[in-house]
C-alpha cells in the first residue's frame, strides 16, 4: 500500500530538511519525493542527511510549479499546522488516513508540504481536495518539516498495514483534467459575459472549490468540457449572423 503517494515538498529552503524527509520517507516505505521549485542545492548536506535513504533522493523529481507536482494525482491533501476557514475540508490527520487509502485504489495522491516559514500559501490550498492538520499541544504547535512528513507518514505506513481488501471503486479525474476543465470553463463564462472579462481571480473561486471537492471522473470532466464546448461553438454562430 502507499505506493500511489507523492510526498511533495514546496519551496523548501534548507537542505537538510530536504534529506531529513527523505529518510523519513524510506522508513516508512514511501519512494516518490517531488521537489517545487526548492530554493537549495540537494547535494552533500541533503544526502548526509538522508542517511540510507539517497534512493529517495536520487530518484525525486523536481519541478518548476505545484500543477505540474500535481498533474497526474486524483486526490491532492495540502497540510498545515493551523485549521483554516478557507479552502479545503480540514480534517484531523489521523482521520483522513481511511480517505487517503480510498482514494489510491481510484488513482495517484499527493501529499503537499510548505514552505518552512510560512507554510502552504493560498494558491496552494485551492488546488486541495482535503487540508490535514497534525493535533498538537495548542500552547506549542510548531513542528519541523521532516518531523512533520515523519508523523504524516508513519500514519499512512500504519493505515496501510491495517486496510482490508475492496472493490476498486470508479477512477477519479487527474488534478491536471480538472485544472483544465476549471480554465475552461472561466474562458466560457467570460465570452458569454457570465462575468466581467476583467473580474479579478476571485470571482472563481466557488467554482474552484467546487469541482474540486465533486471528486469527478474522467468522463464527467470530458462531458462537462463537450457542453462547454457546443456553448463557445453556439456564441460563434451567433457572432457570425
Avoid at 502507499?2 to 537542505?15: C, D, F, G, Y
Avoid at 495540502?78 to 489521523?94: E, F, I, M, N, Y
Wanted: one cysteine or more.
Amino acid at each position: 500500500m502507499n505506493e500511489k503517494v507523492s510526498i511533495v515538498l514546496v519551496r523548501t529552503t534548507h537542505p537538510g530538511n530536504i534529506g531529513a524527509v527523505a529518510r523519513a520517507m524510506r522508513v516508512m516505505g514511501l519512494h516518490r519525493l517531488v521537489l517545487v521549485d526548492p530554493r537549495c542545492r540537494v547535494g552533500s548536506v541533503a544526502r548526509a542527511r538522508a542517511s540510507g535513504a539517497v534512493d529517495v533522493l536520487d530518484h525525486a523529481r523536481v519541478v518548476e510549479s505545484i500543477d505540474e507536482a500535481i498533474a497526474e494525482a486524483g486526490f491532492v491533501v495540502g497540510t498545515s499546522a493551523r485549521k483554516r476557514s478557507l479552502g479545503p475540508q480540514v480534517c484531523a490527520l489521523r482521520s483522513g488516513m481511511a480517505e487517503c487509502m480510498r482514494e489510491q485504489e481510484r488513482g495517484e495522491v499527493a501529499i503537499l508540504f510548505g514552505p518552512e516559514r510560512n507554510g502552504l500559501d493560498n494558491a496552494a490550498l485551492e488546488r486541495c481536495n482535503r487540508l490535514w492538520y497534525i493535533p498538537t499541544a495548542q500552547d506549542y504547535a510548531s513542528l519541523n518539516l521532516s518531523a512533520a512528513v515523519q508523523v504524516v507518514a508513519s500514519e499512512l505506513f500504519a493505515a496501510g498495514a491495517d486496510a482490508p481488501p475492496g472493490d476498486k471503486p470508479p477512477a477519479v479525474a487527474s488534478a491536471g483534467e480538472v485544472a483544465g476543465l476549471i480554465t475552461h470553463f472561466e474562458e466560457v463564462a467570460r465570452a458569454v459575459n457570465f462575468v466581467d472579462a476583467d473580474a479579478p481571480r476571485q470571482a472563481f473561486h466557488r467554482v474552484e472549490r467546487l469541482f474540486h471537492r465533486a471528486r469527478l471522473e474522467p468522463a464527467e470532466v470530458k462531458l462537462l468540457r463537450g457542453f462547454l464546448t457546443a456553448v463557445e461553438r453556439r456564441k460563434r454562430q451567433s457572432n457570425e449572423r
